[in-house]
């Protein structure tokens, strides 16, 4: 499959256990943003998003925690699977109130060992 | 439905030749963007467009033009190639009108400029 980064920060973590992937921002108004996973040889994929009004947001498996005060965003994966073994992307719009485009962070892969 | 694709999935060119990269979709969406992935880096946006006949520069834009004749097909194309053109390419789609911004990926094309 395509490299997707041969030097990211890399999780590593156990079958089972829950995994906290981190991203920090740098726009104290951006509004709203998103999480997506890409697997080795595929395009990213939406998992979960989260607009500024909000803390937190579950989805399946999946919460998204959002601390505007230190402008920091963190994906929590429960019972991480080893499919869940992907580089995971927080991504922004570059302006507030403005969703044509995105801007996505470099990326940190999770590894997931039996 | 098929969602995203992109043509060619491989491609090696020389340098100062030119190509051409055809995104679809069937999802009658009205966003369309071209991404590039380099090892270690995130997604960077290369040129999208919001609607047919219209296209707009993203955050690395030179050496590539593109064209939106139809809603369903964006074209990427590279008029003389460079080694630093070497890269993933990957094309993505949205629906407008809502207030955030889902966006579906292709598979991919790996592109070598030697």
Request: glycine fraction near 10%; include cysteine.
């Given at each position: 499959?395509?490299?997707?980064?041969?030097?990211?920060?890399?999780?590593?973590?156990?079958?089972?256990?829950?995994?906290?992937?981190?991203?920090?921002?740098?726009?104290?108004?951006?509004?709203?943003?998103?999480?997506?996973?890409?697997?080795?040889?595929?395009?990213?994929?939406?998992?979960?998003?989260?607009?500024?009004?909000?803390?937190?947001?579950?989805?399946?498996?999946?919460?998204?925690?959002?601390?505007?005060?230190?402008?920091?965003?963190?994906?929590?994966?429960?019972?991480?699977?080893?499919?869940?073994?992907?580089?995971?992307?927080?991504?922004?719009?570059?302006?507030?109130?403005?969703?044509?485009?995105?801007?996505?962070?470099?990326?940190?892969?999770?590894?997931?060992?039996? | 439905?098929?969602?995203?694709?992109?043509?060619?999935?491989?491609?090696?060119l020389?340098?100062?030749q030119?190509?051409?990269?055809?995104?679809?979709?069937?999802?009658?969406?009205?966003?369309?963007?071209?991404?590039?992935?380099?090892?270690?880096?995130?997604?960077?946006?290369?040129?999208?467009?919001?609607?047919?006949?219209?296209?707009?520069?993203?955050?690395?834009?030179?050496?590539?033009?593109?064209?939106?004749?139809?809603?369903?097909?964006?074209?990427?194309?590279l008029?003389?190639a460079?080694?630093?053109?070497?890269?993933?390419?990957?094309?993505?789609?949205?629906?407008?009108?809502?207030?955030?911004?889902?966006?579906?990926?292709?598979?991919?094309?790996?592109?070598?400029v030697?």
């Open positions: 499959g395509e490299s997707v980064g041969l030097h990211l920060p890399t999780l590593s973590v156990q079958e089972g256990d829950n995994s906290i992937i981190n991203c920090a921002y740098s726009n104290s108004a951006s509004d709203y943003f998103i999480w997506y996973k890409q697997e080795s040889g595929k395009g990213p994929q939406f998992i979960i998003d989260i607009r500024s009004n909000m803390d937190k947001r579950q989805g399946q498996r999946v919460t998204v925690l959002l601390n505007k005060t230190v402008k920091h965003l963190s994906l929590q994966i429960a019972a991480t699977q080893p499919g869940d073994s992907a580089v995971y992307f927080c991504a922004e719009p570059p302006q507030s109130h403005n969703t044509d485009k995105l801007i996505f962070g470099t990326g940190t892969r999770l590894q997931v060992f039996p | 439905n098929a969602g995203v694709t992109q043509t060619p999935k491989f491609r090696v020389k340098t100062g030119s190509m051409t990269l055809l995104c679809a979709q069937d999802m009658n969406h009205e966003y369309m963007y071209w991404y590039r992935q380099d090892p270690g880096m995130g997604l960077r946006l290369i040129h999208y467009s919001v609607g047919e006949g219209t296209t707009a520069k993203g955050e690395v834009p030179d050496g590539y033009n593109v064209s939106r004749l139809k809603k369903q097909n964006f074209l990427l194309g008029e003389s460079a080694p630093s053109q070497t890269s993933v390419y990957f094309c993505a789609s949205s629906y407008r009108g809502t207030s955030t911004n889902e966006q579906f990926f292709g598979p991919g094309t790996r592109l070598t030697l």
